[in-house]
């Protein structure tokens, strides 16, 4: 699998926007064509975090169905990850898979959130859905 940065000033911005509609301070997207992930883009991981193995390891997690991960630091495949993420107060993990207008796959997006940027009101999956497959979309 050839993981690629998307290195376009637009992207961070975009995630950026992403970010702050959902309401959450982390936001990993993973997209390419139906075979091969070609592409991982971040927004909010500090620069010490080997990016690109966490976004595929997320990738694995929130490409078959949609994934919800109440605390990262106790999931066995997300673990190596956590500590970066605990450390300031990052538990909470939610993933989707992503398709195209023809039903195709074309990546994931997943977020991740404190307790309290979620309680109350949750993870708005339909926007996040929407919003990462336009993501996709604008690259293709």
């Known amino acids: 699998m050839c993981q690629i940065w998307d290195t376009n000033v637009e992207t961070p911005l975009r995630l950026?926007?992403?970010?702050?509609?959902v309401g959450v301070p982390v936001v990993i997207l993973s997209h390419g064509d139906n075979l091969h992930i070609a592409r991982h883009s971040t927004y909010g991981l500090d620069l010490g975090i080997d990016r690109s193995a966490l976004a595929s390891a997320f990738h694995e997690q929130?490409?078959?169905?949609?994934?919800v991960i109440p605390n990262l630091a106790l999931h066995p495949?997300?673990?190596?990850w956590s500590s970066a993420l605990v450390a300031r107060d990052l538990r909470f993990m939610v993933g989707l898979p992503l398709y195209d207008a023809d039903n195709r796959f074309t990546g994931s997006?997943?977020?991740?959130a404190s307790q309290?940027?979620?309680?109350?009101?949750?993870?708005?999956?339909a926007l996040l859905k929407m919003l990462g497959n336009q993501f996709v979309a604008d690259r293709t």
Do not use: W
């Open 16 to 21: 950026a926007s992403i970010a702050e509609a």
């Open 62 to 67: 929130s490409a078959k169905a949609a994934t």
């Open 77 to 80: 495949d997300l673990s190596q």
């Open 109 to 112: 997006i997943s977020v991740v």
């Open 116 to 125: 309290k940027h979620v309680a109350g009101k949750g993870i708005p999956i």
